[in-house]
């Protein structure tokens, strides 16, 4: 019987310094969010781009980016340095176009850029080692950008 309630002493005992209180439970880091981009899109910096390989005018390649949760590429001048390599042999519709006399980006910022820009047509394009503007209505292909999401 005294074995008994040793046995029950211990038990309760252990109970007892089992149970601990909110601010006593250790705190498990979280574990860091994934971030992705879509499959078939190059990632570089926390941005993901599309390289098309169908061939639409800039209008349509706007509407299909958007499509693909994205825009037409608002390029910095970095951006445009990674993506030159991509734009040898074929030029890619970005997301800057003419606005009267000026040049703005699709999310309404101003182009401020050291890169050049070749020609006065309404709507630009990405090339080897410059921007340059061609007819809006011109099937070539585009690149579309948006920010990497956690998955």
């Known amino acids: 019987m005294l074995a008994l309630l040793l046995l029950l002493a211990l038990v309760v005992s252990l109970a007892v310094v089992s149970v601990r209180t909110p601010s006593e439970i250790p705190v498990v880091p979280e574990t860091p969010l994934l971030l992705a981009c879509p499959h078939g899109w190059v990632r570089h910096r926390g941005i993901c781009y599309f390289l098309s390989r169908d061939q639409l005018s800039w209008d349509q390649a706007q ?87 956690h998955l």
């Open 63 to 149: 509407a299909r980016c958007s499509e693909l949760g994205a825009s037409l590429a608002v390029l910095k001048d970095w951006e445009m340095e990674f993506l030159f390599p991509h734009s040898v042999k074929v030029d890619y519709w970005v997301g800057l176009h003419r606005r009267g006399r000026e040049l703005q980006w699709v999310d309404g910022s101003s182009f401020n850029s050291s890169v050049e820009v070749r020609g006065n047509a309404g709507c630009v394009y990405l090339a080897e080692n410059y921007l340059g503007c061609g007819i809006c209505s011109n099937p070539i292909p585009y690149i579309c950008s948006r920010p990497q999401t």
